[in-house]
């Protein structure tokens, strides 16, 4: 029933001027709009990722977006040049490599944005041939 509806990611912010300014200036969404509820949208992949007020943060302890990259190495480099910092992990099982973690049939790199928000970037490894 809704596998065709248009999908939009809500990510809560405090500050939007801060926000903005991470979104546009550091990850290079492009703004597509505002609503009157002063939520501004940006276009991903056919997906609609909104902007919303919140007067206090929101403190989710997992990834709330995530885009599939086709290569993560230089999309971290990238993005490390415009000021964006990746989390570091040593745990056992979980352990990034230049920002980067293997995790079965992906490699994941996790940072926050201004607001606390976990955000990553992920790679589909190639499936095995046989």
Known sequence: MLGSAPLMAMVPVVDMGRARGFYEGKLGLTLTG??????FMYACGGTTVALYSRESPTKADHTILSWEVKDISTVVRKLRERGVVFQDYDLPNFKTVDKVCVLGAEKAAWFNDTEGNILCIHEDLPAPTR
């Open 34 to 39: 505002s609503n009157a509820q002063g939520n």
